[in-house]
């Protein structure tokens, strides 16, 4: 499980300034992700598509010191302070609608993990496409899962007048709707949860 002292090598919000609750409900996402990571198996060439700073990427780098990771963030602060963290992690700055072509980095990836970011995208979609064109042999998604995530807020006192909602989440899902999202493009292997998020472990059509 991810240590306590992991929290404070970042500078996301959310995680240098979680409170222990919080950074208790983040760390059985983390073990739910390593989870899938196993479950993918087998496994040697890792994209996160929306890796921020690298705390999940940098997190599995850590335990899998063979594998080789690579990481695309469309925040160019993000990329350089992951590469600070995590020098043996690739990263570069791009889109998850347009992830171009990582050739130069690897010439293929075993598993996508897309993580906390389609939730924040008015077409989705694109972005599995995106991700399908990569053929991978698995993907890991996750996204909040609602209305919990929301609840969640509320307890906290968070986003009150937005009745939960964080302000940059424009898609809400729950198992039953992620999975209608996915299953145009990806078999699903797993649905899980770990609260407050769905997590999926998929294959490509």
Not at 99 to 106: A, N, Q, T, V
Not at 115 to 135: F, G, M, N
Not at 138 to 146: F, N
């Amino acid at each position: 499980m991810i240590s306590d002292a992991y929290f404070s090598r970042f500078e996301t919000v959310k995680y240098r300034k979680a409170g222990a609750l919080k950074r208790r409900l983040i760390q059985r996402f983390a073990s739910a992700i390593h989870d899938l990571f196993i479950e993918a198996n087998p496994v040697e060439r890792v994209l996160e598509v929306g890796v921020g700073e690298g705390f999940l990427s940098g997190y599995l780098s850590e335990k899998f010191p063979e594998k080789q990771f690579t990481g695309v963030d469309l925040n160019p602060g993000d990329i350089e302070r992951l590469q600070r963290l995590f020098p043996r992690i690739q990263a570069r700055v791009g889109s998850a609608y347009d992830l171009g072509d990582l050739r130069e980095i690897s010439p293929g990836f075993d598993l996508v993990i897309c993580a906390e970011v389609l939730e924040h995208l008015d077409t989705p979609d694109r972005a599995l496409a995106e991700i399908q064109r990569l053929s991978p042999r698995r993907v890991i998604l996750s996204v909040p899962h609602e209305p919990f995530f929301k609840l969640s807020n509320l307890l906290a006192g968070n986003n009150v007048l937005r009745l939960g909602n964080d302000s940059d989440h424009v898609n809400h899902w729950n198992p039953t709707s992620l999975r209608r999202l996915i299953e145009p493009r990806f078999d699903v292997l797993r649905m899980t949860t770990s609260y407050p998020w769905v997590l999926c472990l998929a294959a490509p059509r």
